[in-house]
């Protein structure tokens, strides 16, 4: 089948529950698709509940012209997946079935992507006094690297390794959910986009010219409510 006579999403998505599972209880997709974001390469994230799957699992297969991942559940292992969802603070199964299309539901959808709604607003726990102090000797750790390194390979990597931190401790901070890769960029936005671009510009613009002072300003101007870097008198383990 040509690009041209491709199915859309939608159908495509009902063909695979018919066809892999014709018996389950509920299905939806989600993904870029169904946020309007889609891209040439974007697949079909399709999450399927079936009381006959002994464990959940995830496969990724070629079929209907596309990409498609498919997290496959029973109605109760779902639950741990939320849960630790919650608890690394990237909620990517409850924000799949919230934002979800219902492709198959027999009496069982409505309450799940309910629970998914409510850990969503109720966002991830509070950072402790001691986690925040923790993150803060890494981020110092990580920026004296970069601001002592000379040699252009290992400032790139250390760059991104404060991104990574930065933006953690800013969303966490903040009791916001984090992301990875591309999500790290999107959570920053739903918290504040003024934030979020300057964010890709300080990092973009040491990429793009080597200079660090931008860098090290970001990172100063987050750890500054909480007392700035951290090194003296940190200590971690000590009885």
């Given at each position: 089948?040509?690009?041209?006579?491709?199915?859309?999403?939608?159908?495509?998505?009902?063909?695979?529950?018919?066809?892999?599972?014709?018996?389950?209880?509920?299905?939806?997709?989600?993904?870029?698709?169904?946020?309007?974001?889609?891209?040439?390469?974007?697949?079909?994230?399709?999450?399927?509940?079936?009381?006959?799957?002994?464990?959940?699992?995830?496969?990724?297969?070629?079929?209907?012209?596309?990409?498609?991942?498919?997290?496959?559940?029973?109605?109760?292992?779902?639950?741990?997946?939320?849960?630790n969802d919650v608890e690394r603070a990237r909620p990517s199964l409850p924000r799949m079935?919230?934002?979800?299309?219902?492709?198959?539901?027999?009496?069982?959808?409505?309450?799940?992507?309910?629970?998914?709604?409510?850990?969503?607003?109720?966002?991830?726990?509070?950072?402790?006094?001691?986690?925040?102090?923790?993150?803060?000797?890494?981020?110092?750790?990580?920026?004296?690297?970069?601001?002592?390194?000379?040699?252009?390979?290992?400032?790139?990597?250390?760059?991104?390794?404060?991104?990574?931190?930065?933006?953690?401790?800013?969303?966490?901070?903040?009791?916001?959910?984090?992301?990875?890769?591309?999500?790290?960029?999107?959570?920053?936005?739903?918290?504040?986009?003024?934030?979020?671009?300057?964010?890709v510009e300080v990092f973009d613009h040491f990429y793009r010219t080597g200079e660090k002072?931008?860098?090290?300003?970001?990172?100063?101007?987050?750890?500054?409510?909480?007392?700035?870097?951290?090194?003296?008198?940190?200590?971690?383990?000590?009885?």
């Amino acid at each position: 089948m040509g690009e041209i006579n491709k199915l859309s999403p939608i159908d495509a998505a009902h063909q695979f529950i018919h066809k892999y599972f014709p018996h389950c209880q509920g299905a939806l997709l989600a993904g870029s698709v169904v946020r309007g974001e889609a891209t040439e390469t974007s697949d079909l994230d399709i999450v399927i509940f079936d009381h006959t799957i002994s464990s959940s699992y995830r496969e990724s297969l070629i079929d209907f012209d596309w990409a498609i991942e498919a997290f496959v559940h029973n109605l109760s292992s779902y639950k741990h997946f939320f849960k630790n969802d919650v608890e690394r603070a990237r909620p990517s199964l409850p924000r799949m079935v919230s934002e979800g299309i219902i492709l198959k539901d027999e009496g069982i959808m409505d309450s799940i992507k309910k629970e998914a709604k409510e850990l969503l607003t109720n966002g991830p726990a509070e950072w402790s006094i001691e986690t925040i102090e923790l993150k803060r000797y890494f981020i110092t750790d990580a920026l004296d690297d970069f601001i002592g390194c000379s040699i252009r390979g290992e400032e790139i990597f250390i760059a991104n390794t404060i991104a990574e931190l930065v933006s953690e401790f800013v969303l966490r901070t903040n009791r916001k959910w984090i992301g990875a890769s591309k999500w790290i960029v999107r959570a920053l936005r739903q918290y504040d986009e003024r934030f979020a671009n300057d964010f890709v510009e300080v990092f973009d613009h040491f990429y793009r010219t080597g200079e660090k002072k931008p860098v090290v300003e970001l990172v100063d101007h987050v750890l500054e409510p909480f007392g700035g870097r951290l090194f003296h008198g940190f200590s971690l383990g000590k009885k």
